[in-house]
């Protein structure tokens, strides 16, 4: 398939879906015996790296985290405890980001009682 149908199918503007093939996160294959224009044809597993990608950025996970998962989830490069620790490592980093918001809401919270108190 084209790009323009990749894109309709994964949801993922072709610009986007530029972006991270140029990042190394997937390829796509360019007919060689067509010279005349530079279209590049992607199957049904940049489909699925896409639908990865979607779901791991979802969670918190960044395109450069992402690309390693990818070069080594599939590559059968990680073990199932290295998986697992990939996913605990993440989860800590939001368990600290929830821990920072937090903060960040409590101090929001005093300063508006603040605002009411005519202290600022």
């Known amino acids: ?16 879906l530029r972006y991270y093939e140029n990042y190394g996160m997937f390829k796509g294959v360019s007919d060689e015996k067509v010279r005349t224009n530079n279209y590049k044809h992607y199957d049904e597993l940049v489909v699925e790296k896409i ?14 985290e992402i690309k390693d998962l ?6 059968e490069q ?9 996913v605990n490592s993440k989860i800590n980093e939001v368990d600290a980001k929830i821990r920072q918001l937090t903060e960040v809401k409590k101090l929001l919270a005093r300063c508006i009682e603040d605002i009411e108190n005519g202290m600022c």
């Open 1 to 16: 398939m084209l790009i323009n149908e990749l894109s309709k199918r994964t949801g993922v503007s072709i610009a986007t």
């Open 51 to 64: 639908e990865i990608i979607k779901g791991a950025k979802e969670v918190g996970f960044t395109l450069a």
């Open 70 to 75: 990818l070069e080594n989830w599939h590559s």
């Open 78 to 86: 990680l073990s199932v405890e290295k998986k697992i620790a990939v």
